[in-house]
């Protein structure tokens, strides 16, 4: 329960967004600036760097302060690597929307069950336990996003226009499950704190309320007794 939450801080989808922004910005530039060559499909090129990219998201994460362990590289990007490259796989098919199973659907809107939002949100929920803040989480897609341009720029690779989208598609739906179930349980977690300390309070004041009553009574005991 609590995995797919529709109302999303503002100030989180606001950062989240900027930071998409610009990575797509980036790519567009290499779009543009190597637009005549194909070269290897982006598939192809994820696959080919996945060590490379992964070591480049590393060591983005440890120039930021963090909590020991890394586990959102250990449990996050390489997963949603191993994901986007599936879906831009599925979208050279005969068949290319099934790779919204993998992916989710363009736009947000209505939460759909995929393997990146499945995924993101199991990713989110761990880097809250983990102890990262909510702009942790956002980094954390953002490091592959600037990963992948900067490599493909120094590689003069070229990216197609569909999958640019397709890696829009992906980060956002990602971005969007991960940072919604961090929300979620940071807020469910502050609300059962809140409950306990008021079920404290009132066993606290029950235990108080038993210690007069029982003192009432023996005073009229004792006044009956005469």
């Known amino acids: 329960p609590g995995v797919f939450q529709q109302n999303q801080p503002i100030a989180t989808s606001m950062l989240a967004h900027d930071f998409v922004l610009r990575g797509m910005c980036a790519v567009e530039q290499i779009v543009a600036k190597v637009?005549?060559?194909?070269?290897?499909?982006l598939h192809e090129f994820l696959t080919a760097n996945r060590t490379e990219l992964i070591d480049r998201c590393r060591s983005k994460v440890t120039r930021r302060p963090s909590p020991p362990g890394r586990p959102e590289l250990e449990h996050g990007i390489p997963l949603f690597?191993?994901?986007?490259?599936?879906?831009?796989?599925?979208?050279?098919?005969?068949?290319?929307?099934q790779s919204r199973k993998v992916s989710g659907p363009a736009?947000?809107?209505?939460?759909?069950?995929s393997e990146i939002g499945e995924t993101a949100t199991r990713h989110g929920r761990e880097?809250?336990?983990?102890?990262?803040?909510?702009?942790?989480?956002?980094?954390d897609y953002g490091d592959l996003c600037q990963a992948i341009t900067d490599l493909a720029?120094?590689?003069g690779a070229h990216i197609e226009i569909d999958e640019f989208r397709t890696l829009n598609r992906c980060l956002?739906?990602?971005?969007?499950?991960?940072?919604?179930?961090?929300?979620?349980?940071?807020?469910?977690?502050?609300?059962?704190q809140a409950v306990h300390?008021?079920?404290a309070r009132l066993g606290s004041l029950a235990h108080e309320l038993c210690k007069h009553v029982h003192t009432?009574?023996?005073?009229?005991?004792?006044m009956k007794a005469g």
Not at 35 to 41: I, S, V
Not at 107 to 113: D, F, P, R
Not at 216 to 222: F, K
């Open 35 to 41: 637009g005549g060559y194909r070269g290897e499909m």
């Open 81 to 97: 690597l191993d994901q986007l490259v599936k879906t831009l796989r599925v979208e050279q098919t005969a068949e290319p929307l």
């Open 107 to 113: 736009g947000g809107g209505n939460a759909v069950l």
């Open 127 to 139: 880097l809250l336990q983990h102890g990262f803040t909510v702009d942790q989480v956002v980094h």
């Open 153 to 155: 720029f120094e590689r």
């Open 172 to 192: 956002d739906n990602a971005i969007a499950a991960a940072v919604t179930e961090f929300s979620y349980q940071r807020e469910t977690a502050v609300t059962a």
């Open 197 to 199: 300390a008021l079920n």
């Open 216 to 222: 009432a009574t023996l005073a009229l005991q004792a």
